[in-house]
């Protein structure tokens, strides 16, 4: 079974939070060291109540099968793994998308 995530909304100025939710711990490997891995989100909410909700989401999104790590890549192949076969084949029309890939090349 696998363990929940434990989420936290903390207030900040101007109808602020910050969302923080701990995904649990892992050993560094260059310092030995236990390290905690936690993500973090800054929203706009009016109360409590309205961050909490958001708070779930967040907690969902991070624990759910979708997500994946950002990563740092080229720009050629987010556009050829992600943008393309994700989004371009998709939305844009057949004479859209050539002229978006003449441009690219």
């Given amino acids: 079974m696998k363990k929940l995530a434990k989420g936290y ?3 900040r100025k101007n109808n602020r939070w910050q969302l923080e939710v701990d995904m649990g711990s892992y050993k560094d490997p260059v310092t ?4 905690r891995n936690r993500k973090y989100r800054t929203i706009k ?3 409590p109540r309205e ?7 967040f907690v969902a ?4 099968d979708g997500y994946y790590e950002p990563e740092k890549i080229m720009f050629i192949d987010f556009v050829n793994n992600e943008w393309l076969p994700k989004h371009a084949e998709k939305h844009l029309s057949h004479t859209t998308l050539e002229n978006y890939i003449g441009c690219l090349e």
Avoid: S
Avoid at 51 to 57: E, F, G, V, Y
Avoid at 61 to 64: F, I, R, Y
């Fill in 61 to 64: 999104e991070v624990t759910g």
């Fill in 32 to 35: 030995g060291k236990t390290m």
């Fill in 9 to 11: 909304a903390r207030p």
């Fill in 51 to 57: 961050a909490d909700t958001k708070l779930a989401k």
């Fill in 45 to 47: 909410a009016k109360g």
